[in-house]
């Protein structure tokens, strides 16, 4: 089997085989975090960790992992390194490791991490591993950051509120107010908002497909072909 290139396997992570638009894995985290662009940032990012280490070490580790115990020394991996990422997040970014709770020790479960671990971690290098690994989580982030952005718009006027959880006193600065007597939208920060705004993002990215599939197959149409000898 041809190893993929890499620019497929960063176009499959960021766009084509997106896990939260396309493959739809990890909704549980995704719905329920992103009442905030700096909660779906910081979930984000533990995922992103996860799944470039453990994609790492189930790529060196993959001839040496007998068949069928591979499922279970994958998630022992897998495991071991939302440990660290948990604890290391409790002990730097305390507050936002309150605020997002449970759902880091749920990464584990998260099917991205063990997806990328069994399908393709363990039939590539090393270094195509780490690059799907960083390329599904960014991917991944991607969709949290702009799903929560979108419910804090609309939930409550703001962007980026709290961000000093992550980057100190300096993010108190990044925070951006539309209204300064905005109301809020109760709806968008509660789990029904969370479905709207998936689906609309989801609708957004069809169009897209579906323009980018009609312009290539005009320009086809429109390419003269070889005259037959």
């Known amino acids: 089997m041809n190893a993929p290139a890499y620019s497929e396997i960063i176009r499959d992570g960021l766009w084509k085989n997106n896990s939260g638009l396309v493959q739809l894995l990890g909704l549980c985290p995704l719905l ?3 009442t905030t662009a700096i909660n779906g940032l910081g979930l984000g990012l533990a995922t992103t960790l996860t799944l470039l280490t453990s994609n790492v ?3 060196l580790i993959r001839t040496l992992v007998r068949p069928e115990v591979r499922i279970p020394v994958f998630v022992l991996v897998i495991a071991s390194t939302v ?12 507050d936002l490791h309150r605020i997002l709770g449970i759902f880091i020790p749920l990464i584990v479960t998260n099917c991205v991490i ?5 399908s393709f971690a363990a039939r590539n290098s090393v270094d195509r591993a780490a690059l799907d690994g960083l390329a599904m ?5 991607l969709v949290l950051v ?3 952005g979108m419910r804090e718009l609309a939930g409550q006027g703001t962007l980026f509120s709290q961000a000093h959880l992550m980057f100190g006193e300096f993010g108190r600065d990044l925070t951006i107010t539309l209204l300064d007597d905005y109301r809020g939208f109760l709806l968008a920060i509660l789990p029904p908002g969370a479905f709207i705004g998936l689906g609309l993002l989801i609708a957004v990215m069809n169009v897209i497909n579906a323009r980018r599939a009609e312009r290539a197959a005009r320009v086809s149409v429109a390419v003269p072909r070889p005259a037959e000898a």
Not at 83 to 94: K, Y
Not at 114 to 118: F, K, S
Not at 137 to 141: D, L
Request: aromatic content about 10%; hydrophobic content about 50%; proline content about 0%.
């Open 83 to 94: 440990t660290v990422i948990d604890l290391g997040m409790d002990a730097w970014f305390h």
């Open 146 to 148: 702009t799903l929560g």
């Open 137 to 141: 989580g960014v991917g991944f982030t």
């Open 57 to 59: 070490i189930v790529s």
């Open 114 to 118: 063990i997806g990328r671990a069994e």
């Open 32 to 34: 329920a975090v992103t």
